[in-house]
């Protein structure tokens, strides 16, 4: 449990970084129900049904603004699996401060019982 309070602590050391470009705050639903939270270019996401945290820095491209690629971590209460990579594409919309969006995930988890997965997402944010 340290190692995992540890690598949250670690991992969110870029999101206090990016406080001065908005903050969002919403819900997800797909393969994991969950919180969603962006902080400038950062998206976390905390799962409400059982414990999993997702970090990803998000990219978005110039030709296609709506578009957005990602790269990031997960941590979980899997025992067997408790660590693994993410990538992400997906799709957002914004109007002023309501954000919809949608992506699927690739990943990779790390352990006992690793893995190789494909999850997706569609949710909503507001931003601040």
Known sequence: MKRILMLLGL???????????????????????????????????????????????????????ALYFGLGGQVSEDSNAPVGLRTKVGLSARADMVELFGEVVPNVTFGDAGDVDVDYALGLRIWF
Request: charged share 20%; aromatic share 10%.
């Open 11 to 65: 991992l969110s050391l870029p999101l206090s970084a990016q406080a001065a470009h908005g903050v969002a705050v919403g819900y997800q639903v797909g393969t994991e129900s969950a919180v969603a939270i962006g902080v400038g270019r950062w998206d976390l996401s905390v799962g409400t049904e059982r414990f999993v945290v997702n970090v990803d820095r998000r990219f978005h491209t110039k030709e296609f603004p």
